[in-house]
């Protein structure tokens, strides 16, 4: 469109022209001695006209002559650009596609040939992913140098170099030496995200958590990670900083988790861990309470399980109220049975125990039972329930179907006999191992547990004993009425 328009205006123009010069008729006399040119004077504009465009284009084509050079090395260096950025996105389609040596090569090609700086960096970092990726790691350091030193003092180039090398040193494990290479990049206002997480990632590696708390709540903050991750991040760390709390720091780190992060149960075990290393079960109780009231879990309910006889009445309560909205509960009806044990409720702990026994076979469960027999007398039967729990745990035992010889040790030049009036007879039979402490592999360092009361004295065994004394003592279970029994509560 625009074309006709200029056409019709030179159109136009030449109209013009030819109308005023037919108006104005006229001679033009050009004198250069010795010659006398006579023109018409149409003609002589015409002829200026010419010979100014012809001047015009001539002086064009001389400087388009004199920039030839110039021009010629600007093609060069455009081509050569082409050339580069071709190879570099074939590149990184090699690496993208899995094929690191095509990549490496092509990479390392540019990585000879090219001239800038920033694709000399792009094309050594990238050469170096490759390799590393391959493996090749003496390789991939040698190509890391070369980026390196093509950065030069360009601290945006230095930067990028540094963090693709702590983001490969930590796929080898190499945490301390990426943590040297990302602190310089972190402060409090940075906005080096993916610094950042590599940080993060870092100091997860070496076990820091008190960084990885508070990196990940600046994360959290700034929405660069995600909500489901921080959580667990937030969750594990704190747990771990618990473990290792002071009790001056215990207000400021309990103070700073939400609701729902000190009801989970990672934390919740943890905070009560703490609690009970200074000195507070109540405090302790108060915290397992809370999160099993939102979701009954083993490890809660194990760790719950594990007080002394002052405590094991209330939490009896507590527990027997759970045990009404869970009535066929594995874990629960364990928890019931240990803090039966602990409170010396024999005959009542066996029920709990047996019930949950018959819901899951639990190694935490046989080993509470044989406690229990052990305590009122029960050899053969607490060696049975001793048994299973190692073949629950996976561990084979010896089948030991008559008893050994005692050995011959009077030959022993250390053995020295002593008389059997020095030996004392009065000790009790060794406490059995509590079951509390064979926990799951997720569990770590747990509450202490009081070994279950030893067994009715050698005075009370003597009298004879009814069968049901066996299993149920006379001590009143919580929570039952027991004028309601058959026997109107008589029995004593």
């Known amino acids: 469109m625009r074309s006709w328009i200029w056409t019709l205006l030179l159109l136009a123009a030449a109209v013009a022209l030819a109308l005023a010069v037919h108006d104005h008729g006229g001679n033009v006399i050009i004198v250069a001695q010795p010659w006398r040119i006579e023109l018409s004077l149409p003609l002589a504009v015409v002829l200026a006209l010419v010979a100014f465009v012809a001047l015009h284009w001539l002086l064009r084509l001389l400087r388009w002559m004199g920039n030839s050079p110039d021009r010629l090395r600007a ?24 094929r690191y040596v095509q990549a490496e090569k092509d990479l390392s090609n540019l990585l000879a040939r090219t001239r800038s700086a920033d694709r000399r960096v792009l094309a050594g970092l990238s050469a170096a992913r490759a390799l590393h990726l391959m493996g090749e790691y003496v390789r991939r350091d040698q190509t ?32 301390q030496e990426a943590l040297d290479l990302l602190e310089p990049l972190q402060d409090a206002s940075s906005r080096y995200l993916h610094a950042t997480r590599l940080l993060l990632r870092a100091h997860r590696q070496l ?13 959290l903050r700034r929405s660069a990670i995600d909500e489901a991750q921080a959580g667990q991040f937030i969750r594990e760390s704190a747990a771990q900083r618990l473990d290792a709390l002071e009790e001056s720091g215990w207000s400021g780190l309990w ?15 943890a905070g009560a861990r703490a609690q009970m290393r200074f000195g507070r079960p109540a405090e302790s109780a108060r915290i397992l309470e809370a999160a099993l009231n939102r979701r009954l879990d083993d490890r809660l309910l194990r760790a719950y399980a594990q007080c002394d006889a002052q405590q094991a009445g209330q939490r009896l309560g507590h527990a027997e109220l759970w045990l009404k909205s869970h009535p066929d509960h594995p874990g629960l009806l364990a928890a019931l049975g240990q803090l039966c044990l602990v409170a010396q409720l024999w005959g009542q702990g066996a029920h709990y125990l047996e019930r949950s026994l018959a819901l899951r076979a639990d190694t935490h469960i046989h080993v509470l039972l044989g ?79 009081d070994a279950p009361a030893a067994p009715p004295s050698a005075t009370q065994a003597s009298q004879p004993a009814r069968p049901e004394d066996d299993y ?10 027991m004028s309601l029994t058959s026997d109107g509560g008589t029995r004593k």
């Open 75 to 98: 093609w060069r260096g455009r081509r050569a650009q082409q050339r580069d950025i071709e190879l570099l996105e074939r590149g990184w389609t090699h690496v993208l596609e899995g």
């Open 144 to 175: 890391l140098q070369l980026a390196q030193e093509g950065a030069g003092q360009d601290t945006r180039l230095r930067h990028a170099v540094d963090t693709v090398k702590a983001e490969m040193f930590l796929d080898q494990n190499l945490a």
């Open 207 to 219: 076990g820091h958590a008190d960084r990885v708390y508070a990196l990940t709540r600046l994360l």
């Open 255 to 269: 103070g700073d988790l939400t609701a729902d992060e000190r009801l989970d149960p990672l934390v919740a075990l």
């Open 371 to 449: 406690n229990l027999h052990e305590a009122l007398g029960h050899p053969e039967q607490a060696l049975a329930h001793w048994r299973r729990a190692c073949e629950a745990a996976d561990v084979e035992l010896p089948a030991m179907h008559r008893s050994l010889p005692a050995a011959d040790i009077q030959g022993d030049p250390s053995f020295v006999e002593a008389p059997r009036d020095s030996v004392d007879t009065s000790a009790g039979a060794p406490v059995a191992a509590s079951g509390a402490y064979l926990q799951d592999a997720t569990d770590s360092a747990p509450l202490p547990v």
């Open 472 to 481: 149920f003592d006379t001590a009143p279970i919580p929570g039952v009425d």
